[in-house]
């Protein structure tokens, strides 16, 4: 029920009105009738009527008037004028007051009537617009995580401009960010014996809500990071604002180790964490993303339960074009060394092709794009396409006669490349733990040399660098540092006047007694022994 109001100095309109309209009938309870818009306005600020139905002509204030008090302090009361006038200039005025309508006195009831069926039509279609609006605003409420996900998706998958980046920001509340930024992606390898009892989708799902839980808490006290979920059911951290690229690195590791461990220990299952590079703005997150998931591929390499980063398995990155979907499960394939993977990628390829019947020149086009994939990769790894060992030319597939031979062609090439991506990347773990032990070997007299200096020096990560330091050297870096300390004491004992405590200094102990533990230990006899010890057997 709408209220309204009537307001007319004619007391006989005004008893007319009341009397021989059913006012509940057309929808409306009549709150009062006032004999001057001054009296009429005192009502309207405590009533706050739907509806005003007022004559022009009034003692001390008119129709007019008060219609343009209504109009500016509640504009969404409508208003009916009643008058005796019919000039142009009141119409007017009406008009730009925005009145819902205007009559000419004198007005029938069935007018009236009338006017007042037609003005609740248009209130009852606005009241529902305006529900629609509050249950949709009601929804948007609900719908902003969810919304949110998918901006942020959005931005390191395919990536925004910086004002419409800001603009987002600001629309989700999320606060302004800073770079360097990084991008690494969470993935479940499978639910373990868990599978086995699971009764529907449900159980799976709810496990993949506890993973993100997990993360969820350990970086909820963190400002420096923004947590989603993509359509794809990865969960996805993008890191930023650190001093520099090496210390979000390092942050971005800690964190990802934590979040595996955590979910291997409370939930029983095990996730695989890639990690991309650094870039220097948020318009560069999508190449950060794709490398960390470049980096998730290389669980087929690596195992399960890992932290995988791409600066340690593929070093520095090389110019190269965005790859859709499939040519980067190609590439993924021959970097990661999996020949049988790739061959299959390309049988399915050449598959599709025969059952499409395209043109020729359409099948020469995407067997072009499968080369081009392969150049791609060929370039990352340092390999000429020119090269005697792998000549591979966009024109080759038109030496072919048959889809049959290019498939033929191209396994032969993948697996070639198979075997020379692992011989890069044996190459470049060789060079880097050469760079680790060259830095060892002249700063091993600093007391503060640490594992994390090192992995800093050579731009890897602390897990991934001490199981490749122990795989290439036969020793942990804490047992290769204390050899070559020691070692370097064993010289300086033989060919030196120095004191103990001297030595100590200048093989990176501080203190004297803890050097000496650690040379009795290492050696076999304490430093002054070993000094006592005749030339020939000291050299032993």
């Given at each position: 029920m709408y209220k309204v109001i009537l307001v007319d100095d004619e007391s006989v309109v005004r008893d007319g009105l009341k009397n021989t309209i059913d006012w509940q009938?057309?929808?409306?309870?009549?709150?009062g009738d006032y004999a001057n818009g001054r009296e009429a306005w005192d009502a309207i600020e405590d009533a706050k009527p739907d509806l005003v139905i007022s004559d022009?002509?009034?003692?001390?204030?008119?129709?007019?008037?008060l219609t343009g008090l209504i109009a500016a302090n509640y504009p969404y009361i409508k208003v009916i004028i009643l008058t005796?006038?019919?000039e142009f200039e009141y119409a007017q005025q009406a008009i730009r007051l925005k009145v819902s309508d205007f009559l000419l006195k004198p007005i029938t009831a069935a007018e009236i009537r009338e006017l007042l069926d037609k003005v609740r039509a248009e209130m009852d279609q606005e009241k529902q617009r305006r529900?629609?609006?509050?249950?949709?605003?009601?929804?948007?409420?609900?719908?902003?995580?969810?919304?949110?996900?998918?901006?942020?998706?959005?931005?390191v998958a395919i990536g925004l401009s910086r004002p419409e980046i800001e603009e987002r920001f600001a629309y989700f509340g999320i606060p302004a960010v800073s770079p360097p930024y990084l991008a690494m992606a969470a993935d479940i390898d499978d639910f373990g014996d868990r599978e086995t009892h699971f009764s529907d989708a449900h159980d799976a799902e709810f496990l993949r809500f506890a993973a993100f839980n997990i993360f969820e808490e350990t970086v909820q006290h963190r400002e420096d990071v923004l947590l989603f979920r993509t359509r794809e059911e990865r969960m996805v951290a993008i890191l930023f604002g650190h001093e520099d690229e090496s210390a979000l690195s390092e942050q971005a590791f800690g964190i990802a180790e934590e979040v595996r461990h955590l979910v291997n220990r409370f939930l029983g299952f095990t996730l695989t964490i890639g990690i991309g590079r650094p870039c220097a703005s948020a318009e560069q997150l999508p190449q950060s993303y794709r490398g960390a998931l470049s980096a998730l591929d290389y669980r087929f390499l690596m195992g399960k339960n890992r932290v995988l980063g791409i600066a340690d398995l593929e070093g520095e990155p090389a110019a190269a074009r965005s790859p859709d979907e499939g040519s980067r499960r190609l590439a993924a394939a021959v970097r990661t060394g999996s020949a049988a993977e790739a061959c299959a990628h390309i049988e399915d390829s050449v598959r599709e092709l025969k059952r499409s019947r395209l043109p020729i020149e359409a099948c020469f086009l995407h067997m072009q794009k499968l080369v081009l994939t392969l150049m791609d990769v060929m370039q990352e790894l340092g390999i000429r396409s020119d090269s005697?060992?792998?000549?591979?030319?966009?024109?080759?597939?038109?030496?072919?006669?048959?889809?049959?031979?290019i498939e033929r062609w191209l396994k032969e090439i993948v697996t070639a490349l198979t075997d020379a991506a692992a011989s890069s990347r044996s190459r470049f773990i060789r060079e880097q733990i050469g760079k680790a032990t060259a830095y060892?070997?002249?700063?091993?007299?600093?007391?503060?040399?640490?594992?994390?200096?090192?992995?800093?020096?050579?731009l890897m990560s602390t897990s991934h660098f001490?199981?490749?330091?122990?795989?290439?050297?036969?020793?942990?870096?804490v047992e290769y540092l204390t050899r070559v300390r020691?070692?370097?004491?064993?010289?300086?004992?033989?060919?030196?006047?120095?004191?103990?405590?001297?030595?100590?200094?200048?093989?990176?102990?501080?203190?004297?007694?803890?050097?000496?533990?650690?040379?009795?230990?290492?050696?076999?006899?304490?430093p002054r022994d070993f000094r006592d010890l005749p030339a020939g057997e000291a050299s032993r």
């Open positions: 009938k057309h929808g409306f309870a009549l709150v022009i002509s009034m003692p001390f204030m008119d129709g007019l008037e005796g006038y019919d529900e629609d609006l509050t249950r949709l605003h009601s929804q948007l409420h609900q719908s902003l995580p969810l919304l949110k996900e998918r901006f942020l998706e959005r931005l005697e060992a792998l000549p591979l030319w966009l024109t080759d597939v038109y030496k072919f006669k048959t889809l049959d031979e060892i070997e002249a700063n091993y007299a600093s007391d503060r040399l640490t594992l994390q200096e090192i992995c800093r020096h050579v001490s199981q490749m330091f122990k795989q290439h050297t036969g020793e942990t870096f020691m070692d370097k004491a064993k010289t300086l004992l033989r060919t030196t006047p120095l004191k103990f405590y001297e030595i100590a200094g200048q093989v990176g102990y501080a203190d004297p007694n803890y050097f000496s533990l650690l040379f009795k230990k290492h050696a076999g006899l304490s």
